[in-house]
């Protein structure tokens, strides 16, 4: 039954960034702010990535496709004005990856929050992080052929037949 001062708004935020909502915010919890304060960035550390859904890797042409639009976690402008941070930011980035509990610097390890009983939103980073690699280049398929369009279709080069041995 809190009823705020005058002076005190109330704004959605990203549960796991505190900015504001952006096309990939999963999840937003609403906070207290004063007025003239609410955050007016949106979350700047997920991105879409062109993913091929056959692979779940990185799309390029000639992937088996077909190309979907994912949403990743990315903190490579976090602490962009501080290379030796960013240095330890991709470290954690890339321990993380691979979930919590993930040894570091000094017996370190990765955790979602400070202790494993506090996940207020889950144990989740927030997004997952973007795979690396691209997908394989597949065979190129014929093209499709509409018989309604293109008639004869053209046919595929034909398969030698084997002939068997003499006797």
Do not use: M
């Not at 900015?19 to 949106?42: C, M, R």
């Not at 088996?64 to 470290?91: C, H, L, M």
């Amino acid at each position: 039954n809190f009823t705020p001062p005058t002076g005190l708004v109330t704004a959605k935020v990203d549960a796991f960034t505190g900015q504001k909502p952006g096309p990939f915010s999963s999840k937003t919890v609403s906070e207290i702010f004063i007025k003239g304060t609410a955050p007016t960035k949106s979350n700047a550390a997920r991105v879409a990535r062109q993913i091929d859904s056959s692979t779940g890797l990185l799309w390029q042409d000639g992937c088996a496709g077909p190309k979907v639009t994912k949403s990743y976690f990315d903190i490579s402008e976090v602490d962009s004005a501080f290379p030796a941070w960013q240095a330890a930011d991709r470290n954690w980035a890339s321990r993380a990856a691979h979930g919590s509990g993930v040894r570091g610097p000094k017996g370190t390890r990765t955790a979602y929050f400070y202790n494993g009983a506090f996940a207020p939103f889950g144990r989740s980073w927030g997004a997952p992080f973007a795979p690396t690699k691209t997908c394989p280049i597949g065979p190129a398929s014929p093209p499709p052929c509409d018989p309604l369009v293109t008639f004869p279709c053209p046919s595929l080069p034909p398969t030698p037949t084997p002939i068997p041995p003499g006797p």
